[in-house]
């Protein structure tokens, strides 16, 4: 593909584009009608695939090289790229690029088709080994902010030098330092007396942290006015380094990070937690989407069977309960709480990926085992209450609720759920990841080593559809067993139209809602690389400013 353009302007090229996303609708269909034609010698059939093939063989650079432009990019403050994992990971992709664009010739004949798919196969084991390392750079990243190490962690979110004693008060005060110009807003004066800015009158603060001047105003010429911008430049960091005319939480909308509240002390570490967190959850549902299109493919040609299905979501969920039950008394050595199952309608379906769903409520349902065994040790085995588990069914989504009694979660910490960069524990090793892709490996290749052979093949198909290799047969364990489980877990849901909320109650106990869309036209819920680094369209009243913070 790319040996009569130099490979920079290659990657340029791909990285530029926009990706084509598809519904679950298309990935249905599409799969359907490739099965239909598996094991035909038409020339239906090798259109089909050519086709498919033809699309993956344009589509998957374009989504490998937004995914390596975004780790160089990223938005989040954090100097990712002094965090050995994350070098790694882009190296890795590199190397899956250069393996499509330059190794692997367009299938346009059975030959270069067949050379095409044992490149995806190549793919697909590699991204286990790129899910480990993300998340093994997950917790170095996080190992490195909680140590505030300077390599890592930007000068402004390190802790600040103190200031003398009436020093620069007024210029420390929250609404003085980075003012929100689009409204007056009070401040502490040198005089010590309370006054209102003039949003029409006071200018930005300049990148390089100075006071703020009324325009046409002239400089300080004081000695103490003077002492008091030269000591300002050198106390007040200077965020817009970082972020200028960016979205920097979910709870501030403006183009450019201009509120004070969110640059002083913990307001300035909140700010760059949802950034981080932004970031990430862009890079997991990029990796998400890159990897279905991979193993959709393979799974179809190798094995028989796609992995957008119609699907019974109540028989998901009772392998999922009767896993996550299993862990749980691996772990602890003695009985797990019962997990009681209700569903008013236990025959609906709905059309999923259905190992998608199996983590999702595989992880709900650990997480409230866990809570709950460690809430009420003191009780015995015999003593805990049971976890419930309720699917619903509306004209909109399949719907359900995992309720524990594990003691809840504090208020301050409910938004600490969400964190990427909530553990340092490290991950259980790369053989822990080779022992659980081979057990996969194993189960895939026994479906296919004698197709002929039914009984053989349903007894390790139904095998691995109701342990752990359920997960393993496609997505593989690292994607969800050691990277971060419910920020993952939300993004698989939303993914697809969903979305998963928790409702917490101290002293009681957590629900975990999980929606699943009912509309086979959602679509990947996933940005472009352009739309994750640009801004959100400014606000009228603050175009102009947001202008000039970017100058």
Not at 201 to 209: A, C, I
Not at 268 to 290: H, I, K, V
Request: contains cysteine.
């Amino acid at each position: 593909m790319g040996s009569q353009v130099p490979r920079e302007l290659l990657f340029r090229s791909f990285a530029s584009k926009d990706m084509t996303k598809l519904t679950l609708s298309q990935y249905y269909t599409a799969g359907r009608h490739l099965l239909k034609h598996r094991n035909s010698d038409s020339k239906a059939g090798a259109s089909a695939f050519r086709l498919t093939a033809g699309f993956l063989y344009r589509e998957l650079p374009v989504r490998i090289s937004q995914t390596i432009s975004g780790l160089k990019q990223s938005p989040s403050p954090y100097k990712l790229r002094e965090v050995s994992q994350f070098k790694t990971l882009m190296t890795d992709y590199a190397e899956d690029f250069s393996l499509l664009v330059d190794q692997t010739p367009e299938p346009k004949a059975p030959e270069s088709n067949e050379q095409f798919v044992d490149t995806l196969r190549k793919l697909k084991r590699k991204y286990r080994f790129n899910m480990w390392t993300l998340a093994e750079g997950l917790r170095s990243l996080s190992a490195a902010v909680n140590a505030k190490d300077p390599a890592v962690v930007p000068s402004f979110l390190l802790p600040m030098p103190k200031p003398h004693k009436g020093e620069l008060q007024h210029y420390l005060s929250s609404t003085l330092a980075y003012p929100d110009l689009s409204a007056p807003m009070a401040y502490l004066a040198p005089s010590g007396e309370m006054e209102m800015t003039d949003p029409a009158k006071w200018s930005t603060l300049s990148v390089g942290g100075a006071v703020p001047l009324r325009p046409n105003s002239d400089p300080p010429s004081s000695t103490a006015a003077a002492a008091a911008a030269a000591a300002a430049a050198t106390h007040l960091a200077a965020p817009q380094q970082w972020s200028p005319n960016r979205v920097c939480s979910e709870f501030c909308d403006e183009a450019s990070c201009r509120n004070p509240r969110l640059w002083i002390t913990d307001g300035t570490r909140r700010c760059a937690e949802n950034q981080t967190r932004r970031f990430f959850d862009w890079l997991y549902s990029m990796n998400l989407g890159t990897q279905l299109l991979i193993e959709d493919h393979v799974a179809i040609h190798d094995f028989g069977h796609n992995l957008v299905q119609i699907i019974q979501p109540l028989q998901i969920a009772n392998r999922a309960a009767r896993d996550a039950r299993a862990i749980c008394e691996q772990h602890y050595g003695f009985s797990a709480p019962l997990v009681k199952i209700i569903a008013p309608l236990p025959a609906v379906t709905t059309t999923y990926v259905p190992h998608y769903l199996y983590s999702m409520l595989f992880q709900l349902l650990k997480n409230a085992l866990r809570a709950t065994v460690e809430n009420h040790k003191h009780r015995g085995p015999l003593g805990f209450p049971v976890v419930k588990l309720v699917m619903s069914s509306g004209e909109e989504d399949v719907a359900f609720k995992v309720s524990d009694e594990g003691g809840g979660i504090p208020l301050s910490q409910v938004d600490a759920i969400w964190s990427y960069l909530g553990t340092t524990a490290p991950v259980g090793g790369s053989s822990s990841i080779n022992n659980s892709s081979d057990v996969a490996e194993d189960a895939s290749e026994a479906m296919s080593a004698n197709p002929s052979d039914s009984a053989k093949r349903k007894a390790v198909k139904d095998s691995a559809l109701s342990s752990i290799t359920f997960m393993n047969r496609t997505a593989g364990m690292p994607l969800f067993g050691v990277c971060e489980g419910l920020p993952m877990t939300r993004q698989i849901a939303r993914y697809f139209g969903g979305d998963l909320d928790l409702v917490s109650m101290e002293g009681v106990g957590t629900d975990a809602y999980l929606h699943l869309s009912r509309s086979r036209n959602a679509v990947e819920h996933t940005n472009d690389l352009r739309t994750m680094l640009e801004p959100s369209a400014p606000s009228v009243h603050n175009e102009s400013a947001a202008k000039g913070a970017a100058t």
